[in-house]
């Protein structure tokens, strides 16, 4: 039996848009693409949906955060759908502390639809994989690569506070992961 041929249009824009938007930069301290982050989390996001809106968010998910992308941009080249999956997983940058814009980066995942607590797991699922994987190397020494004030402490609490908010996908794989991600770093 042949497969049937899959419509990938909108995700295959989505990652050269990704490509364009985060070229020649580096994902922090790690010395890879930053791009690679961007088709982690929309790989992370297909075990979940086969959305072709969702998986496409996922890959873009930090375009407006990280470069000069405008939540216009998406809307005007993806559409309403993908924006607000965008949106949701973009930090407020008009806050300057971290603990606001996390916390209002959280309550926008909380009261989001499943389709955008999907894109966002995929999101920190990569960045949490990266954490463990760091933490297992250096140890405590992985803190002193984030920009949060109060280290490991603000960390534990916006990481515990990211499950929660993502508790309607308890029953997937990637929140199984996620969550025993959390309690191996943050509980030891």
């Not at 994987?133 to 990481?159: L, N, Q």
């Amino acid at each position: 039996m042949a497969n049937r041929p899959l419509d990938t249009t909108l995700i295959d824009k989505a990652m050269h848009f990704a490509i364009d938007a985060h070229a020649g930069t580096e994902r922090r301290c790690k010395g890879y693409p930053y791009v690679i982050h961007c088709f982690e989390a929309a790989a992370i996001a297909a075990t979940m949906t086969n959305d072709k809106d969702v998986l496409a968010a996922a890959a873009i998910h930090d375009t407006v955060e990280d470069t000069s992308v405008t939540m216009e941009d998406i809307r005007r080249e993806f559409g309403d759908k993908v924006a607000y999956i965008v949106f949701v997983d973009t930090v407020a940058a008009e806050e300057e502390d971290w603990i606001a814009q996390k916390k209002i980066a959280m309550d926008k995942i909380r009261n989001a639809s499943r389709d955008a607590k999907i894109a966002a797991l995929g999101d920190k699922l990569s960045n949490m994989r990266g954490i463990a994987r760091d933490y297992r190397a250096i140890g405590d020494k992985v803190w002193d690569m984030f920009h949060a004030p109060g280290g490991k402490p603000d960390h534990i609490w916006h990481y515990k506070g990211l499950r929660d908010a993502l508790q309607e996908l308890e029953d997937t794989e990637a929140f199984k992961e996620f969550s025993r991600l959390i309690d191996e770093v943050f509980n030891d």
